[in-house]
């Protein structure tokens, strides 16, 4: 249980903080202020997901211990979300296949027979249906918009593509919580994300690049180093001043 | 002994921190209130990562102290999640007059007009639960409180 809540809760966290990188370097200012305010809402629910993380494990760790005293390889996070922003079209697709990953599996934990996991999930679900409305329109715009835009979606869904496959992997932990009633296996979501993934990219002119080839390890502890590079900034202060408050 | 209704009223007399025209009553933001073992205020955040949620628990707490109440109890209730729907009919006027266009099903109407042409500039707005539009008719851009 404590794993599964650490695999929301650092996917959360993880992307908010990538999220908060473009904070007064976006192209616009409404862009500025809804990257802001969406990672706001990630890092909220990171504090929900490693809360209860925390209250679980059992050893006095809240959210801010998990997320502030732990190494790269006890996180548990998609590699998908560590991947650097690069540039605007590249930050928007992987929100997008994210946003389009995080409905579902919040849909899916909404009807989860723990009820801490259900309640989390229910909050999380209505703003992660707003994230995802908010992606689709921009792939469409940006993807069927200028020979540029659209050259630089295209790149960026190559590029991400094979970061893909791992949110739909199961292993042991997975088929523990789908046993227990608590998390449905990852798996039974693709066709639910092919589905509405192909709708969206045919209307952006997009094309689904052919090779399924997935890079594993995320959800196990075993990073790219991009994320080693994140949390040196991320943790620094807590790193050099234990125990610093506000 | 002070009873559940008088903590109601003074609930009301505290502002949003981000929309001072409502109070949290108003908000919907307070669940519960409960005064069997000391004083016990539930209280549910708007958006999961609204950073307004510890300045209203700082405020609810000074409030109550304010008032002799002794070490009040706050807590975070997620389930179910707060909606719009819990905002008070009579606090919609309030917004209007704000400048806040009010949370409605369907395109939002110009706080100071009244205009129905009204066009989505950003989903996202100065604050999580708002969203921005321009006004077709009277030309001013304003918030309008996202429905949901």
Known sequence: ?246 | MVTEAQIWAWLGEVPDPEIPVLSLVELGVIRQVDVGQGVLVKITPTYSGCPATSVIKLDIEAKLRENGVENPRLETQISPPWTTDWIKPEAHEKLRAYGIAPPIAGQPHCPLCNSSNTTLISPFGSTPCKSHYKCGDCLEPFDAFKCH
């Not at chain 1, 190494?71 to 605007?88: K, S």
């Not at chain 1, 042991?172 to 092919?194: K, V, Y």
Request: hydrophobic share 40%; net charge negative.
């Open chain 1, 1 to 246: 249980m404590f794993e599964f809540l650490l695999r929301m809760g650092d996917t959360t966290l993880v992307l908010g903080h990538r999220v908060s990188e473009w904070c007064g370097h976006s192209p616009v200012l409404e862009e500025d202020i809804a990257l802001a305010n969406i990672a706001l809402d990630m890092i909220g629910q990171t504090r929900m997901w490693l809360g209860l993380a925390g209250e679980v494990e059992g050893q006095g760790r809240d959210a801010d211990a998990l997320a502030f005293r732990r190494d790269a390889w006890d996180f548990r996070n998609l590699l998908l979300v560590e991947r650097p922003n690069r540039d605007f079209g590249h930050t928007l697709m992987r929100q997008f296949l994210f946003d389009l990953w995080h409905h579902e599996r919040l849909s899916d934990l909404c009807l989860s027979e723990d009820d801490r996991v259900a309640g989390i999930a229910a909050k999380c679900v209505k703003e992660a249906d707003y994230h995802l409305e908010r992606s689709k329109d921009l792939i469409i715009r940006l993807g069927d918009g200028s020979a540029e835009s659209h050259q630089k979606m295209q790149a960026a869904l190559e590029a991400l593509w094979p970061y893909v496959g791992e949110m739909f992997s199961d292993d042991t932990l997975d088929s523990e919580m789908s046993e227990a009633g608590i998390a449905p296996l990852p798996s039974s979501q693709r066709p639910r994300f092919d589905k509405a993934l192909n709708t969206t990219l045919a209307l952006a002119t997009l094309t689904r690049p052919e090779n399924d080839f997935a890079q594993l390890g995320g959800r196990s502890g075993t990073h790219t180093e991009d994320l080693g590079h994140m949390l040196a900034t991320m943790q620094f202060l807590q790193r050099a001043y234990p125990d610093a408050r506000w």
